[in-house]
């Protein structure tokens, strides 16, 4: 499943999607600072009978750093420039501090970052960006009371601004460079207590997301409508351990989605509400065997009520052998932007737009899996056969200008029935001489049902590799390797044959004292330059890039 299909989440609370305003943005990820996470759990599969829409594919949680009894911090700088000399230099500076105001009762954490990524000129022609430039700046605070051993209250506000710009051109017979840029300022309130009681745990949790856009250009032409994505949620859960094999968890959330925007109708405004309740029993038969039940009703404003059934099956065969089976139905509904005829987003650096279709249902997910892990004395594989049943899958598609950069205008349309199915291997062995390899490999057999042809942007092979090098105790290097293979794409219903690629990168890392690490890397050593040896790739590839910083703890 793409990206748009997977759930991120910050502390378990959602975050207004950038790709709302932007289409295809990733500041979603990158503006909580690196070193004020603690971990990141990942959910693989539709888990919609807990969160709902948008977790189609799987979640993502990013668990953020909290306040202790003793102060500590860190603080890192990066920088990077490419080979070739075309711009693209990056550099980051960011740190986490964190300790108690009133030991064992009120704690404080906080964190910032600024980053940079110098605009990259295109290959063929300079007055073009072939890479945007992006310049971002966030932080964010969070006071932790604890006023006694079992419940805890989080107070949390987090803010970020980026800029991004780039140089494009109108097209057409008499078609004209300018710059255009984009700001994106976003801001965060969430306030939550848990309680972790003899008889169960509790959560309640009341955030508020907001994400505005503005956009300029420098030929004087009106710039796209500034944008306003907000959303509020109130939700909570009640899990309680029943008869000594049950663990009952229920809860409900309350959502409203709100857009300003004056293309979206004459009000310039629009909104949806969605409320939901949940159920989930996790039984543990013995010590060996266990079984997740659970689903989850949702009331969408426009589509109604939609249920998200899931059950999933786990063996401990022994100490070393696990198999799990499970099968789960997920959906998520169009965004407001995706239903508005009149919303558009640029896409692409600029190579295209997107409008939205007031026709499109919600996507539905069936997905069935079935799996084991056998994990040995210094080796380990993996293995998961799955399929996903998927009706009205949301894809975007060229209706005009295909191909124009600048002014090619895609829309987006429903997949009436879609087949995702594949398999996935995986394994890892200790080699001599302080080496490591781990390995994954994914096999993709996505094809459009309708019309009897492959779901266009996915490619069949997959393959991830990681060697690992650590002589001392001080010292560690990694050698990452990217294989995607070869794909189609589609241009007015025309099919284009995407060429298999492979990117290798390099880190290293030396510990210079218990508190002091330097590290460095080169990034994409073969210098592939996608975009430059076909236009039909919508990301160009970074050049060969060289990057070295420090990060110092306390």
């Known amino acids: 499943m793409s990206s748009e299909h997977t759930l991120v989440l910050i502390d378990g609370k959602r975050i207004s999607p950038s790709s709302g305003a932007i289409a295809h943005s990733d500041f979603d990820l990158g503006w909580i600072p690196v070193e004020a996470i603690e971990r990141i759990e990942v959910v693989r599969g539709p888990m919609s009978s807990l969160y709902g829409s948008e977790a189609l594919g799987g979640v993502v949680n990013v668990i953020t750093r909290k306040a202790t009894d003793t102060w500590l911090g860190s603080g890192f700088v990066d920088g990077g420039v490419r080979e070739d000399g075309l711009g693209g230099q990056t550099h980051q500076l960011g740190g986490y501090v964190s300790g108690p105001l009133l030991p064992g009762v009120l704690g404080l954490a906080l964190n910032a970052e600024t980053q940079r990524q110098q605009e990259t000129p295109d290959f063929d022609s300079r007055n073009l960006s072939e890479l945007e430039g992006r310049n971002a700046n966030s932080g964010g605070a969070t006071l932790t009371w604890t006023p006694d051993d079992a419940q805890r209250i989080d107070f949390g506000y987090e803010s970020g601004r980026e800029r991004r710009w780039r140089n494009t051109e109108t097209g057409g017979t008499a078609s004209r460079d300018y710059e255009s840029t984009d700001i994106i300022e976003r801001e965060r309130w ?23 856009r503005t956009n300029s250009r420098s030929d004087g032409a009106a710039p796209s409508n500034s944008q306003r994505l907000t959303d509020s949620v109130l939700d909570g859960s009640l899990s309680v351990p029943l008869l000594d094999m049950h663990r009952v968890t229920v809860g409900s959330e309350w959502r409203k989605e709100e857009l300003e925007d004056r293309s979206v109708n004459s009000r310039g405004e629009e909104e949806a509400l969605h409320r939901a309740v949940f159920l989930q029993d996790e039984i543990a038969f013995n010590a060996d065997w266990s079984l997740t039940l659970g689903s989850r009703f949702d009331k969408h404003e426009q589509f109604g009520w939609e249920s998200s059934p899931r059950a999933y099956l ?241």
């Not at 939550?192 to 907001?210: E, I, P, T």
Request: proline share 3%; with cysteine; glycine share 10%.
């Open 190 to 212: 969430s306030l939550a207590h848990a309680g972790d009681w003899q008889w169960g745990s509790n959560q309640v949790r009341a955030y508020r997301n907001q994400l505005d």
């Open 314 to 554: 786990l063996h401990h065969f022994n100490d070393q052998l696990t198999l799990r089976a499970g099968v789960g139905k997920g959906f998520k509904a169009p965004s407001l932007k995706q239903l508005s005829p009149e919303y558009s987003a640029t896409g692409g650096g600029g190579r295209f737009t997107i409008v939205g279709n007031p026709e499109l249902q919600p996507e539905t997910n069936t997905a069935y899996e079935l799996g084991a892990d056998y994990q040995a004395d210094g080796w380990s594989l993996s293995g998961m056969l799955f399929q996903n049943d998927v009706e009205d899958l949301i894809q975007t598609v060229c209706v005009a200008n295909c191909g124009i950069r600048g002014r090619e205008r895609r829309n987006y349309e429903n997949v009436e029935q879609a087949r995702i199915r594949g398999a996935e291997l995986g394994g890892g062995v200790d080699l001599a001489y302080g080496l490591r390899w781990d390995l994954n490999y994914t096999y993709l057999d996505a094809r459009n049902q309708t019309v009897g042809q492959r779901l266009g942007d996915r490619s069949r092979h997959l393959a991830n590799s990681v060697l690992k090098w650590s002589p001392t105790s001080a010292f560690d290097a990694h050698l990452r390797t990217e294989y995607v293979g070869s794909q189609i794409t589609y241009s007015s219903n025309v099919a284009y044959s995407l060429p298999a690629y492979s990117l290798w990168h390099l880190e290293l890392n030396q510990k210079l004292s218990s508190n002091l690490t330097l590290r460095g890397g080169i990034e994409n050593i073969g210098d592939e330059r996608l975009a430059d040896q076909n236009e039909s790739f919508a990301y160009a590839e970074p050049g060969r890039t060289y990057h070295i910083g420090l990060v110092a703890t306390f």
